[in-house]
């Protein structure tokens, strides 16, 4: 197996490409005419393909964090780091780390995907979010995005013991992506436990 370091996904080179992928994701927001500066960058995920990557990768990222979580969702593992110190990027704080083993999907591009906010709410389904999303960002042309590339995707995913509802949209365009949730992944990890 080729190391992390050959293919650019070891966690140090992974940080060196943080803040570029932040402003992809900020750039995403713009043209989204929303600002998420005043909520919380709850977590941060990375897509791989190859499932021995993934395991390379949970233990070398297990250096910066302790595992919260690893629990099936839609048939594969996803893991949940919560980093020792938080990762500093821009104005926010990024607590915890997503890794997904990989599924039947192939990802065009291994490394950093999806950067997921909180948008603090009592949504139990992706309407209420999307009445939550119209009252936050008023300004959010939804009847445009798909215009701009930007494709919208809107889901319930649950682990099997969450008792926690976090419906989520996704926009994603250019390899980037950003989720909007009402819990953050945290508090949806500790109502499994309740």
Request: glycine share 6%.
């Amino acid at each position: 197996m080729q190391k992390l370091t050959d293919i650019g996904l070891h966690p140090e080179q992974m940080l060196a490409e943080l803040p570029a992928f932040v402003e992809r994701i900020e750039a995403l927001a713009q043209e989204m005419n929303i600002s998420l500066s005043d909520y919380q960058a709850d977590h941060i995920a990375l897509r791989v393909n190859d499932l021995e990557v993934a395991k390379e990768l949970h233990k070398a990222w297990l250096a910066y964090g302790e595992e919260w979580s690893n629990n099936e969702i839609n048939g594969r593992p996803i893991i949940v780091i919560g980093f020792n110190k938080s990762l500093q990027v821009g104005r926010w704080s990024i607590e915890a780390l997503e890794l997904p083993y990989p599924g039947s999907k192939s990802y065009p591009q291994q490394g950093w995907e999806h950067l997921e906010f909180v948008i603090p709410a009592k949504a139990k389904d992706t309407e209420e979010l999307k009445a939550l999303l119209d009252e936050k960002f008023p300004l959010l042309p939804w009847e445009k995005l798909a215009d701009k590339g930007i494709k919208v995707k809107a889901s319930s995913p649950s682990g099997e013991k969450e008792r926690l509802p976090n419906p989520t949209y996704a926009f994603k365009k250019a390899g980037v992506c950003i989720k909007l949730h009402p819990c953050s992944l945290k508090d949806v990890i500790e109502s499994e436990e309740g």
